[in-house]
């Protein structure tokens, strides 16, 4: 490395946060393979401009390809590539953009890396978007997950599940209480006897339920107080420090370089990481000193939360039909708005399906 290292723009016990290009400011501040883990929600390949810059989603492959070929060189070999990252819309009509996916397949095929699994951020608070397809033409679902792609140079990053396992459910309290028969499921699975063995929790799915309804954190009221404006799409504490926990020791470096108001940073403190964040936009670092001014935080031991606190209902996908047979499908796939809403009929003067 030549020159001097940028000067943070605020600092920590356990790290900083730097305004500047990540592309310029981490190779001056890292070695090449010093790195455990990447941590980051990039700004969205989106059809709209945001305030936060966030790039086409038709070129947005080409522009990250440079952050992946730094990733690659940062990290060492065991370290781990985490991306949370949003889908678009096709604009003028209800079809996927590709770009996120794409993106997966360029950091795999050309950056070298491994993808260890993906994950899938589930908002159950989320509103039903997009508007035109989902509330009045009626022919889409809410949008509701970001993908969240782990990655590796390695095919065997360092990892441990049992660093987020999930309580059990009540029926497998139920089972656990009175016994199961081993046998081979239709499925080909072999269900054995230490299926009934009780490990304290459950192995948790890749779909992560964490619902986004931050509405007046300390972060938010010191925005308002100093007349900054919030970053507009920050990612809930819950989801850094998910792959944090899993990923990563206590003293190994994290780094985010795309880092907004530093959510990452704040949770790698609690959680007593070494961090680094980059960011462009100064606002949005001047309103990060909000989460680093507060004393007294234990080290990332959350509070205490009720059972019906730490579980969110995902519905069956047939809860509310009863049978009935159900008006026509649009013929020409919703192209065509109607310009007056159709209400549902009355179950009860349709036919029963038999």
């Known amino acids: ?83 949370d990252i949003g889908g678009a819309w096709i604009p003028g009509q209800p079809t996927r953009s590709l770009y996120h996916y794409e993106l997966l397949i360029m950091l795999c095929r050309e950056c070298g890396f491994h993808l260890a699994q993906d994950f899938f951020w589930w908002n159950p608070a989320k509103l039903p978007t997009p508007a035109e397809w989902v509330n009045i033409r009626r022919i889409r679902v809410k949008d509701a997950i970001n993908c969240v792609w782990w990655l590796s140079p390695t095919p065997w990053p360092k990892a441990s599940n049992r660093r987020v396992l999930a309580p059990y459910s009540d029926a497998m309290r139920g089972l656990l209480k009175n016994g199961y028969k081993a046998k081979l499921r239709p499925s080909g699975h072999d269900i054995s006897d230490k299926f009934s063995t009780n490990n304290g929790a459950a192995i948790p799915p890749n779909l992560i339920a964490i619902p986004h309804t931050e509405s007046n954190s300390y972060y938010l009221r010191y925005c308002k107080e100093h007349g900054l404006e919030p970053h507009p799409a920050r990612f809930p504490a819950e989801l850094p420090e998910y792959f944090i926990r899993m990923l990563t020791d206590p003293g190994d470096l994290v780094v985010d370089p795309f880092g907004g108001s530093c959510v990452t940073g704040e949770v790698s403190e609690r959680l007593e990481r070494r961090w680094i964040c980059s960011e462009l936009v100064e606002e949005y670092l001047k309103g990060a000193r909000a989460r680093f001014q507060r004393r007294g935080n234990t080290a990332g ?38 310009p007056k809403a159709v209400k549902p009929e009355n179950p009860a003067t349709l036919w029963t399906v038999a």
Do not use: C
């Open 1 to 83: 490395m030549t020159g001097r290292k940028p000067a943070p723009y605020l600092a920590s016990k356990l790290g900083a946060a730097y305004l500047g290009d990540s592309l310029g400011v981490l190779p001056a501040l890292l070695k090449p393979h010093s790195v455990d883990l990447i941590m980051t929600s990039p700004p969205f390949g989106l059809v709209r401009k945001k305030d936060y810059g966030n790039h086409d989603a038709d070129k947005y492959v080409d522009w990250f390809k440079a952050f992946g070929e730094l990733f690659r060189k940062l990290l060492k070999p065991q370290g781990s590539l985490v991306i």
């Open 301 to 338: 031991i959350p509070s205490k939360r009720t059972e019906h606190e730490s579980f969110y209902k995902a519905f069956h996908p047939g809860i509310n039909w009863n049978g009935t047979r159900e008006p026509k499908l649009p013929a020409d796939g919703g192209r065509k708005r109607n």
